[in-house]
Structures are given as C-alpha cells and as structure tokens.
C-alpha cells in the first residue's frame, strides 16, 4: 500500500539527520553534511539536507533542484551573470539543469529538497 508522507513543520528543524561526510568538490572549508532521505518510493530524490560552512562550484546541474531553506545562511553566485544573491531561512531556490554556478554556506544551512 502507498501512503503519503507528513512532517509536521515543527519537526522540520529537528528531524534526526545522517551524517554523509564532506560535500563532493568542496573548495573552501569543511562543508560537512548530513541527509534524511524522504518518502523513498516517489520519483526523484526527496530530503531534508544540512551543511556545515564552507564552499563549492556547481558545473552545468545535470537535473532540476527545488530547495526550500530551513535556517541558515548562504550565498549562490551564477556563472554566467556573475549575481551573487544571500538565501536565508524562507527563501525558495529552483536550480534548473545546466546551471553553472557555486554554492557558499555562510551559516550551516538546513533545507528540504526535491531533485529531478
């Protein structure tokens, strides 16, 4: 049976999390992270992700990312435009495939994700 899934928005900040080790490219920092994988038989990857300062470019996204912030602080510069904007606790990002550009965690970011 298939069943949807429900966490409650006061259990987003304090949702247990994986530990998965330092964040593939990372250049700047230790950016640390840990995952909780969510609703496991729906299409994509669906979590809440959590990152420790530090840095890291994106080069030409092969998939789409929706990402919700939590909490935290981080600043995503675009290649092309060379726009670098803060993202905070409540800011909607889209990061859509073929996106080149990096990732700075400011302040450890927590976020719930959908890639696809």
Do not use: H
């Amino acid at each position: 049976m298939t069943r949807f899934t429900i966490i409650k928005g006061a259990s987003i900040e304090s949702l247990p999390l994986n530990p998965a080790g330092q964040r593939a490219g990372a250049d700047k920092g230790d950016p640390q992270i840990a995952i909780q994988s969510l609703a496991p038989e729906a299409s994509g990857n669906l979590g809440v992700w959590e990152c420790q300062p530090g840095g890291w470019p994106v080069v030409n996204r092969p998939d789409t990312e929706f990402t919700y912030i939590i909490s935290g602080r981080a600043v995503l510069t675009d290649d092309a435009t060379q726009e670098a904007v803060e993202v905070t606790g409540g800011d909607l990002i889209i990061l859509p495939p073929g996106w080149t550009g990096r990732w700075d965690v400011l302040e450890k970011v927590r976020k719930v994700y959908a890639i696809y």
